[in-house]
């Protein structure tokens, strides 16, 4: 009985470091970076059992078989559908402002899109602004409304956009809207959800969660965009969910959400249309192209519209997009750099980034709520603060809410305002939408709301800073250690 049983304790032994083995040489192949690497070597060895199914889990990008199929099912026709695009010569710019270029160049190159002009470009800052404009799009629509967001939240004033959208319905509009699965979890548990379906409007739970396929795709994987396109014609993007902030705050016990929508109009459009289709069918293998555009797309003169591009992140766009084009963005800057982030995990390459620069004798400033919904996110970020000070970087914290507006701008000309933060999970996991204008006078309306942010903010003082209580090092090093994996 005894040599069964040592026996069977040396077959357990055997395969149990055999399986640790198989995971940490699967870490190690996968060439992450070496942050995070370590970080999930010591949670596996320190804590196995509870390592391994987090890492099998949350370790590597698993999108499921399904969507994998979809992906490469469409494939072929974006890029049959991108050539067509390119013989339209008169909507592609063919000049950039020398802090642009750089930028410009790296996503024609990553996307096989070169960035377009003759659009028209409106900034709007309040919920109330933004939630009137996109109902008055879509009560004048005549073919399709879609839109995608992480948050979809009824109440409020949101209310109607959705009454707007069920009229459009009863109108012949073909109505398509994709959300997050976790993100929306409320939503798809009310009432409103079945109203809205019953009145005809197609839905997807992106992302879904579901138990039974917990090890066969990562549940964590979020869908994280914000995309509304109205008759293939006018588009929104940036930081904005769809929700009520007046009814949004209260849940989240702040006294305001700041966010910043943008209206489109011209070639753009049709190029964030290729993003939805792409969403869309991964999720339902559904082929829903847009029309190809015609000559008639660029409505406005050259002089007037403004030179943008859009970059789309996320499992089967180019790996690690966003993160180039923040970090390209960084070191073409010459004067200044203005950030803004709801959350500042950074990886390192981005760190580094943004520290060179400061050095370089760039005013790099970044602004970030002082308070946020996440408190692990909240001490992870203040573990980078005293680098970044020491090295003369600009450190405002928003006093007056949730700041969630997420924007860079560079030198006063080059703009990028989408759904990325400043974190592991926005640069190199979530599905994601950016979009960058090169110019001068959209920039200026930016600096001002950016400048808006300061004022209502407070500056750290590096000396003040590192005066602060031995347990808020303690804590800021305990939540920086989780920071690769967040």
């Known amino acids: 009985m005894e040599k069964l049983y040592t026996f069977i304790s040396w077959i357990f032994f055997f395969f149990y470091w055999l399986f640790i083995s198989t995971i940490t040489i699967r870490i190690l192949v996968k060439r992450k970076p070496v942050t995070s690497t370590v970080a999930w070597l010591l949670i596996i060895y320190i804590l196995p059992l509870i390592g391994i199914t987090a890492y099998i889990t949350f370790g590597e990008l698993h999108l499921g078989k399904r969507r994998i199929d979809n992906v490469r099912k469409i494939l072929p026709s974006l890029i049959l559908w991108m050539e067509k695009l390119r013989n339209l010569k008169c909507i592609f710019a063919t000049d950039n402002s020398s802090v642009a270029k750089p930028l410009f160049q790296l996503c024609e190159k990553s996307q096989g899109i070169a960035g377009v002009k003759g659009n028209k470009i409106q900034l709007l800052t309040t919920c109330k602004d933004s939630i009137k404009a996109i109902v008055t799009d879509i009560n004048n629509s005549r073919s399709s409304i879609e839109m995608v967001f992480y948050i979809l939240k009824p109440g409020g004033l949101v209310n109607s956009v959705i009454e707007a959208s069920i009229n459009a319905v009863k109108r012949g ?3 398509r809207i994709m959300v997050d699965s976790i993100g929306s979890w409320n939503f798809f548990h009310g009432d409103v959800h079945n109203k809205m379906r019953e009145a005809g409007i197609e839905f997807v739970e992106s992302l879904k969660v579901n138990l039974m396929r917990f090890f066969l795709r990562r549940m964590d994987l979020r869908q994280h965009r914000k995309i509304i396109i109205i008759d293939n014609c006018i588009s929104y993007t940036g930081s904005m ?5 007046d009814f949004f705050k209260k849940k989240l016990n702040i006294d305001e959400c700041i966010d910043i929508l943008v209206r489109m109009e011209g070639p753009v459009t049709a190029i964030l249309g290729i993003v939805y289709a792409f969403d869309w069918e991964m999720e339902t293998g ?3 192209l847009p029309p190809q555009p015609d000559f008639n797309i660029t409505p406005f003169k050259q002089k007037e519209g403004y030179i943008t591009q859009i970059i789309a992140s996320g499992p089967g766009f180019q790996n690690e997009l966003i993160q180039q084009s923040l970090i390209t963005a960084i070191f073409s800057a010459r004067k200044q750099l203005i950030m803004t982030t709801p959350y500042f995990v950074p990886s390192d390459v981005l760190l580094h ?4 620069a400061a050095m370089r004798g760039v005013d ?3 602004i970030i709520p002082r308070k946020n919904d996440s408190f692990l996110v909240s001490w992870a970020s203040r573990a980078f603060y ?3 000070l020491e090295v003369g970087v600009k450190i405002y914290q928003f006093e007056k809410g949730l700041l969630h507006t997420k924007s860079v701008l560079v030198d006063g000309q080059l ?5 990325v933060n400043l974190d592991i999970r926005s640069l190199l996991l979530n ?3 950016t979009i960058v204008i090169d110019d001068k006078s959209f920039s200026n309306d930016l600096i001002l709301i950016q400048y808006n942010y300061m004022l209502r903010s407070t500056r750290l003082d590096v000396k003040k800073w590192n005066k602060r209580p031995l347990w808020h090092h303690i804590i800021e090093r305990f939540c920086y250690f989780f920071s690769p994996l967040l």
């Not at 969910?241 to 902030?245: C, K, L, P, R, T």
């Not at 703009?415 to 759904?419: A, E, N, T, V």
């Open 415 to 419: 703009s990028l305002i989408g759904s």
């Open 241 to 245: 969910n769809m929700v009520d902030h």
């Open 286 to 288: 559904q082929r829903l």
């Open 173 to 175: 509009v073909k109505c």
């Open 364 to 366: 790099v400033i970044i």
């Open 386 to 388: 005293t680098e970044l």
């Open 353 to 356: 980034a943004i520290r060179i």
């Open 431 to 433: 599905f994601e939408i």
